[in-house]
Each structure stands twice: as C-alpha cells, then as structure tokens.
C-alpha cells in the first residue's frame, strides 16, 4: 500500500479555495483517498432555510469496535488582502522551512497528517482488531448549523458507535506538544434592546432615557463573580463587546439603547442557570427605570468536560516521547467541534501550532506536521495494541 506524505497531502488540499461554507472539490479530494486505503465512504450535504448548504464526509475503516475517530474540518476562513501575502494563499509554497497557505494549521495540516499517519498505520497492520473513522465537516469556521451538529445527529440515529474522538485543531499556543485539550467553556452570547420614551433634552420628564437602564444594567452585569474557576477551568467571564445607541441628534433624548455581550462560562454553570440570573437583573432595573427590555440569547455551546482516562494519558505520553515535551491538558480558548461530538463519544483535541491561524502568510513547520503525522500514528498503534 502506498503511504501519503503529509506534506505533499496538505498541500494539495490547501489548493482548494474551501473558504466557508464553500466545498470547491475537496470534499470529493479527500473522499477519493480514502477509498484507495479501503474506507467506506459517504459525503453528506445538509440544508437549512435561511444557512448555506454544507458538505460533510463520514468515512469508516472496518465494521468492529473500538471505533476510533478522528474530526476535523476542511473549511477555511477568507484570506483577507491577497496582496498582503506573500504567496498566493490557494497556492500553497515552501519557505525556510514551512508550508504557508491558508489552512496550513487550522487545520488541513493535520486532516493531511493524521491520513498519512492512517495509511503507514494501515501498511504494517492490515488485520487490526477495531475501526478508523473520520469525520469531516465544511462548516466549523462558519455558523456551524449544517456541519459536524448534523453529523453527530445522523450517526445516533444510524446507531453509529465512536468509542473515542481525536479532534486536530491546532491546540498549541507556540511550540507542538504544549497542549491538549480535554474540555471547553460553554459560550453565551445575549442581545439586550432597551425601549425608553424619544424626547427633547430640555424636558427630560416628557421622556425616559434608555441608556440610563442600559448603562446600570451593564455595569451590574460586568461585575458579576459568576465563580473563582475550578481545578480544571478557569473563571466565569463576560465582556460587553457592543454599545450602540442610533441617535443621530445631540439634542434628542434616545428611544433605544443596545448592547451585546459574550460569556465564556464554565462547568459550575449551564446557559440556562446564567440567562435565569442575568433575567432577574434586566427585570429589576428596568422596572425600577420604567423601561422594557428585550433580550435574545444565542448558545454556542455548553462547557464540557472530558474526564482524563487512560487513552488521554497514553496520548500524552506518546505527544511527549516524540516532542520531548510533556503536554498540558487544557480547557482554555474557544469552542470547537468538540461540543457537539462529546455528545457520543470521549474527546480531546490535539493539533498543529495556532499562532498564525486565521493571519496572513498562516503557516505551519514542515518539522511540526513531520511530527504530528508520527504522533497519530503511534497512537492508532498503541489504541489498537
């Protein structure tokens, strides 16, 4: 069987233009060679009203169980200025050592590193006891509505079974090896309008000033110690990320006022417990104000997580032996696709470097994804030993 380079691998899939939610082929690219290493396959196009149409791939080497899968995303965000590159971003070129071309790390880079570490894998063990799988979504960069959630729905009810999930995002901060991460905090997202009474600023009676209720509801909320954090996960925050009153007029009193806002929480907390305490807040200080308010609440994901046991451990002593580094295991960042695969299965997520993820001239270390193609594969081999 003929064993995929990793490097020549990632650069092929970087050719693609796959800029959220767009397929441009590669789903078909990577479909087509995993076929050649024997995998069944199935390319699952999902639809929503109102959302793009995403293409996701499920692909399953074997019928028996343990069935280790692997998750990833093929999709990119946009470049930016190509002018500012200095290479074509879709026209992926070497430079003092590294691959540059978006989606060099985050993450066709380790998609790349991880089917090269299967067909090595599968050139020495042909007869393993258990299954490979991956998943592979169109839709992690973007509103993540038709990709690995749909996914994750279609193999419960095909009763498809996932004894543990490696995901490849890029977890490391600045060298390979540092970080793995075995959970994430759930993320909220709230869209508070206050409604007060329009009026002249000379007859402040005659009206009621919405960011007046605005500005102490804000405040309230700022200085919330939701909890001190925990052994595993760092404090509960949020930040107020929009202000915007429309008023186009300095002698007009507003008749709205809004605001948006993000919480990273942790697992002491679900979204329902924090949009119950955050409610009372809005309820108190705009009837003591004698305004309304309306609040809508966007959940990306509630934290999670993954309890250590002794395939987490086995990989981190294999990201050690071949880094030289002992790796962290880690609940920082943002969300991930591993939201909605915990659901199924065990998870943590193991990657490339992120520094120059989603930047101009994003690239990865040709001796980085070297490694990461050895370390998947020595855990496959040690998962199946």
């Known amino acids: 069987m003929k064993i995929l380079n990793e490097v020549k691998l990632a650069k092929e899939l970087i050719r693609f233009p796959s800029v959220t939610p767009i397929d441009a082929g590669v789903m078909k690219f990577i479909e087509k060679n995993l076929k050649k290493l024997g995998f069944k396959t199935k390319i699952i196009e999902f639809k929503e009203k109102d959302f793009k149409p995403v ?10 169980n343990p069935n280790f899968c692997y998750a990833g995303h093929l ?14 971003p879709f026209k992926p070129s070497i430079k003092k050592g590294h691959l540059i071309g978006r989606g060099a790390n985050d993450m066709k880079g380790s998609v790349a590193a991880f089917v090269s570490a299967v067909s090595s894998f599968l050139n020495r063990n042909n007869n393993f006891k258990g299954s490979i799988s991956l998943l592979i979504t169109g839709d992690e960069e973007g509103d993540a509505v038709n990709g690995t959630k749909k996914v994750v729905d279609y193999l419960k009810k095909k009763k498809e079974k996932i004894n543990f999930c490696l995901v490849g995002e890029p977890t490391n901060p600045n060298k390979l090896g540092e970080m793995i991460k075995i959970g994430r905090r759930g993320s909220l997202t709230g869209n508070l309008t206050i409604n007060g009474v329009q ?19 804000l405040n309230e909320i700022k200085n919330i110690k939701f909890d ?7 404090p509960t925050n949020l930040e107020i990320t ?18 948006t806002f993000n919480i990273r ?19 108190r200080i705009s009837k003591k104000n004698k305004s309304k308010f309306k609040i809508e609440y966007k959940v990306s994901g509630e934290a999670f997580l993954t309890k250590p046991n002794k395939t987490t451990y086995m990989i981190q002593d294999i990201i050690k032996k071949v880094t030289k580094i002992k ?21 943590l997520e193991f990657g490339l470097v992120g520094k ?30």
């Open 55 to 64: 293409k996701n791939l499920y692909a399953r080497l074997g019928n028996k």
């Open 75 to 88: 999709d990119v965000v946009p470049p930016g200025n190509i002018k500012n590159w200095t290479t074509n």
């Open 199 to 217: 009026g002249h600023v000379a007859y402040p009676q005659r009206a009621n000033n919405p960011s007046t209720t605005i500005v102490k509801i």
């Open 265 to 283: 929480f942790n697992n002491k907390h679900s979204s329902t417990s924090i949009k119950k305490r955050l409610n009372k807040i809005f309820n």
């Open 228 to 234: 001190k954090g925990t052994k595993d996960f760092q």
């Open 242 to 259: 929009k202000i915007n009153i429309r008023n186009s007029a300095d002698n007009v009193i507003p008749g709205i006022a809004e605001a």
């Open 356 to 385: 120059t993820m989603h930047k101009i001239d994003e690239a990865v270390s040709l001796n980085d994804l070297n490694k990461l193609a050895k370390i998947y594969q020595n855990i496959l081999q040690d998962y199946f030993k």
């Open 327 to 347: 790796p962290r295991l880690s609940t920082t960042g943002g969300t991930s696709d591993a939201r909605f695969i915990r659901k199924i299965s065990p998870c």
